[in-house]
């Protein structure tokens, strides 16, 4: 049974950071190209970020460039983010997604998600 278990989302005030964390379980989590999607209140699920299988290859959506970094450890079955300069427009639900394959962006699985507030 595939497993994706989020943590690291919170209250921050605009300009803070956070790291959110996902541990992946069930699947061989080497294989697959993983991603960070978002949904904010009435709004649909956005692409944040997305890596391939290997971790050499690495998406962002345009709001994001330059602020949010993706990254996994295949030895450790986890996927990160790192959020930082975080603005208002980045308060949302964060979710850990695996891809049918190795498509960068490719929700096939999620987890519960993990929210993410930026609030002064």
């Known amino acids: 049974e595939v497993q994706l278990v989020e943590s690291g989302g919170g209250l921050v005030q605009p300009g803070g950071s956070l790291r959110l964390s996902c541990v992946a379980s069930g699947f061989t989590f080497s294989s697959y190209a993983m991603s960070w999607v978002r949904q904010a209140p009435g709004k649909g699920l956005e692409c944040v970020s997305s890596i391939n299988s290997g971790g050499g290859i690495s998406y962002y959506g345009d709001p994001v460039k330059g602020r949010f970094t993706i990254s996994r450890d295949n030895a450790k079955n986890t996927l990160s983010l790192q959020l930082n300069s975080l603005k208002s427009e980045d308060t949302a639900m964060y979710y850990c997604?695996?891809?049918?394959?190795?498509?960068?962006?490719?929700?096939?699985?999620r987890g519960q998600g993990t929210q993410v507030t930026v609030s002064s």
């Open positions: 997604a695996r891809s049918t394959s190795n498509i960068l962006c490719d929700v096939n699985y």
